[in-house]
């Protein structure tokens, strides 16, 4: 419980009614939560304006509210904050609330199109090895030390970063390695967070159903660097077309990787297989237990943050070669015969581009490469025939299938896939609408030798339809199909 004033300390205040010195049990933006005794905040989200629920939070209990506008029926005995910017201030509410936990850790975010589930899960690996206590918040999961926690989102709320991360100091952890999101700097849900460092991997086509354009998209991947404070540093990754622009007027100490120029971090592929590759780091040879260009580069950006937060080099190329590749992030299944699956989260049109690239890298000889792969539901429709058509570049056979359709009709995203598959291309390419039988399809087509792709939810256990998720795992059906159970 804490006094309101002492939660507004950082917050221009516009208006007051009531006693600021009114005690707060518990912050809440969602009104159907709040007890006797919550703070509510009211946000104005992408779809909902929390203004509209403050009568509900009031006769529910809460004893404060903080809005932008206040309602002409506002009640007497209830205090009342009117700010500016509500969603911009709900972080340093909530930082204030559960003491700034951030100040008390290091926080690195990881952000850009892909790769930053990869990082921040392998940081969290790799100082988990070197002996400290470690958070992560992550797409896959949310770990303080070595509990665990289901994810929400790439970026929770607000209030549940600063909850977790209080939860981090509390119970000894020293880091915290975070996704960042594209919505998540836009709505400013790491508003109230103290960064050490940032990431940034590459920027490639997503979210245009939320952003609109790819300048905008781009806009808020830099304002997170823009706002790094000169204390932390900036690590981009220089084989990006857009990797220098994050750092053109961030205050923080600037740091590149690369695999391919000059960098602070530079590594080279010098052998790729199926279980692993040899990598040149700074003149010395590492074999790692991982495949593919991208995840030379993902391991660059770990050695060069872990470098950067301290870690001795010695010490961070011994950990690259015992860290493994994390879940649905390029997983690779073997059947009794000889059959290859790799099962990845790739499910933008340049992260299908490169899962398949490294399956390329790595053929020996004639094997055929079967993929299959869907698009999301109630999600940026123009990506999907520029992922079919990535598909079909590298793939033998193409099999377009679900994803999450969420609330549209699978049928429908197929058809829109199926628009970027050329007209000699179409030879290669099945639309099953059932995933499970697409992957049993693509199984049976292949031989020994032969690799499936089985792209888009690499971790994910569920598929989304119409409003209900159903448990679908993609390894337990490739492993089921295989007769590996």
């Not at 009114?22 to 969602?30: C, K, L, M, P, S």
């Not at 260009?293 to 391991?299: D, G, I, K, T």
């Not at 790595?362 to 940026?380: K, L």
């Amino acid at each position: 419980m804490k006094p309101l004033i002492e939660l507004l300390a950082d917050v221009d205040i516009l208006e007051t009614r009531g006693d600021l010195s009114v005690t707060v049990r518990r912050i809440q933006f969602d009104s159907r939560k709040v007890e006797a005794g919550d703070l509510f905040i009211a946000v104005k989200g992408s779809h909902v304006d929390g203004h509209q629920y403050i009568a509900k939070a009031i006769e529910l209990g809460a004893n404060a509210i903080v809005c932008e506008y206040v309602p002409d029926d506002f009640p007497s005995g209830v205090v009342m904050v009117q700010i500016e910017n509500t969603q911009l201030n709900f972080g340093k509410i909530a930082a204030a609330f559960y003491d700034f936990p951030s100040a008390n850790l290091k926080v690195v975010g990881v952000t850009g199109t892909n790769g930053k589930t990869t990082i921040a899960s392998l940081l969290y690996n790799t100082f988990s090895l070197l002996g400290y206590k470690v958070g992560l918040i992550s797409t896959i999961k949310y770990y303080v030390g070595t509990d665990e926690f289901p994810a929400t989102h790439t970026t929770p709320d607000a209030l549940q970063i600063q909850e977790l991360m209080a939860r981090m100091v509390e119970t000894g952890c020293e880091y915290c390695f975070m996704e960042v999101s594209s919505h998540a700097i836009d709505q400013d849900r790491i508003s109230g967070i103290e960064f050490d460092g940032g990431i940034f991997t590459n920027l490639t086509h997503d979210h245009l159903d939320y952003h609109l354009t790819f300048a905008e998209y781009l806009k808020a991947k830099k304002k997170f660097f823009d706002e790094l404070p000169e204390t932390a540093f900036a690590l981009t990754n220089a084989d990006d077309k857009n990797g220098m622009v994050m750092l053109q007027n961030t205050r923080a100490a600037k740091q590149t990787y690369s695999l391919r120029s000059l960098a602070n971090f530079h590594g080279k592929v010098l052998e790729k297989h199926f279980d692993g590759m040899l990598l040149n780091i700074d003149g010395q040879e590492v074999w790692t237990h991982f495949t593919g260009v991208f995840n030379a580069s993902n391991l660059m950006a770990v050695m060069g943050t872990a470098m950067l937060l301290g870690v001795e080099r010695d010490d961070i190329l011994r950990i690259l070669s015992e860290l493994r590749p994390v879940s649905g992030r390029f997983e690779i299944l073997r059947s009794p015969e000889g059959k290859y699956a790799v099962v990845d989260y790739a499910h933008t049109p340049d992260a299908i581009q490169n899962v398949l690239s490294g399956i390329a890298e790595i053929r020996t000889g004639n094997e055929q490469i079967i993929t299959v792969i869907g698009a999301g539901g109630d999600r940026d429709k123009t990506k999907r025939p520029v992922m079919a058509r990535e598909a079909v570049k590298q793939s033998d056979k193409v099999i377009l299938t679900s994803d999450n359709p969420r609330s549209e009709e699978p049928e429908q995203i197929i058809a829109d896939m199926e628009v970027g598959v050329e007209m000699h291309q179409k030879h290669k390419v099945l639309s099953i609408v059932n995933r499970r039988e697409a992957i049993k399809t693509a199984c049976m087509l292949a031989k020994p030798g032969d690799i499936i792709l089985v792209a888009g939810k690499g971790h994910e256990d569920y598929q989304e339809i119409k409003g209900v998720k159903y448990h679908f795992d993609d390894k337990e059906v490739i492993s089921e199909i295989f007769g590996n159970n």
